[in-house]
T-cell receptor
């Protein structure tokens, strides 16, 4: 069984400030981890994914995430927030890296960017 | 890039009617597609896995007779909500697995918002 916990349903940061979205996972096997972004009334866009190649994963739009096995975490960060980053962010876990299995999602974190 | 489309994007129907939602992979072949539903301000929940040419695999608690899935070709999967009721109102999102790429990836459609009156 696998699960994902995202701490904080809402996170608010000032434009230009550091973005930190937290994700902890539980998995009985080595996990594959993903971060997706969802803009209002749209589907999901993949930001980045961890597939065991490197613990620090760089994604699109300046986001990156670090896999920490000892902490069972995969937190998402961005050094400087931009207004366009305001969206819903989902952390997800899968048994496979390529999507052979459906994804288990966290409840999401709504990122608010203050001007 | 890989594109997944869904049709319709929004649908309103009366209680008791059936609604069909299409999911298409536009520029790649997808042997596997997934159907999720998302309630307002909640996460996505996997409903079923659709494999081309075979029966879908449903997640626990999902009624297979209510949510009929057909994956008749490598680019099309359909979800039919039969005898829809207001509690079926939700955002339905599909994803498709692109096995043609070196790193297999799931690509998500834009979603279909269903409102049952």
């Amino acid at each position: 069984a696998q699960s994902v916990t995202q701490l904080g349903s809402h996170v608010s940061v000032s434009e230009g400030a550091l973005v930190l979205l937290r994700c902890n996972y539980s998995s009985s096997v080595p996990p594959y981890l993903f971060w997706y972004v969802q803009y209002p009334n749209q589907g999901l866009q993949l930001l980045l994914k961890y597939t065991s190649a490197a613990t620090l994963v760089k994604g699109i739009n300046g986001f990156e995430a670090e896999f920490k096995k000892s902490e069972t975490s995969f937190h998402l960060t961005k050094p400087s927030a931009h207004m366009s980053d305001a969206a819903e962010y989902f952390c997800a876990v899968s048994y496979s890296g390529g999507g052979a299995d459906g994804l288990t999602f966290g409840k999401g974190t709504h990122l608010i960017i203050q001007p | 890039g890989a594109v997944v489309s869904q049709h319709p994007s929004r649908v309103i129907c009366k209680s008791g009617t059936s609604v069909k939602i299409e999911c298409r992979s536009l520029d790649f072949q997808a042997t596997t597609m997934f159907w999720y539903r998302q309630f307002p301000k909640q996460s996505l929940m996997l409903m079923a896995t659709s494999n081309e040419g075979s029966k879908a695999t449903y997640e626990q608690g999902v009624e297979k007779d209510k949510f009929l899935i057909n994956h008749a070709s490598l680019t099309l999967s359909t979800l039919t909500v039969t005898s829809a009721h207001p509690e079926d109102s939700s955002f339905y999102i599909c994803s498709a697995r692109d096995v043609g790429r070196i790193q297999e990836t799931q690509y998500f459609g834009p979603g279909t918002r269903l409102l049952v009156l």
